[in-house]
């Protein structure tokens, strides 16, 4: 290599690093076990454009209330719920349809209810 010159990272590598050095909630300052899990899961770790992480951590950030703002929630999800981490689809889908209750705390007692009562139909 000549002295003077200096290797150009493409706009990709300059994007992942960037992408690498945003952080969504602390999985130990979630409400519940299933959002600590979220938060922890490693397909966030692995986004690799900014925009996406971006997203992803706009809805983590509203998740991560003692009571979900569901407007806010319609809003951020009116343009898309990111796919990228899986189980936030399904979770933010649960919260939009009424299936989990907006208060965070009560997730994990609705869920263990609502299994109990699918167990009684078998």
């Known amino acids: 290599m000549r002295a003077g010159f200096t290797l150009v990272k493409s706009w990709q590598e300059q994007e992942f690093e960037h992408a690498q050095k945003l952080q969504g909630p602390k999985p130990e300052t ?3 076990r299933l959002l600590s899990h979220l938060f922890a899961h490693p397909d966030f770790l692995g986004i690799r454009q900014i925009k996406s992480k ?11 209330k003692r ?3 569901i407007s806010m929630l319609r809003s951020l999800s009116f343009r898309s719920i990111p796919s990228d981490v899986k189980l936030l ?3 933010v889908w649960k919260v939009l349809i009424g299936y989990l209750p907006t208060e965070t705390h009560k997730w994990e007692p609705h869920m263990k209810a609502q299994q ?3 167990q ?3």
């Open 30 to 32: 979630a409400p519940n």
């Open 89 to 91: 689809r399904t979770i």
């Open 54 to 64: 971006e997203k992803t951590i706009n809805f983590f950030k509203v998740l991560n």
């Open 120 to 122: 009684e139909f078998e």
């Open 116 to 118: 109990k009562l699918y």
């Open 67 to 69: 009571k979900v703002p």
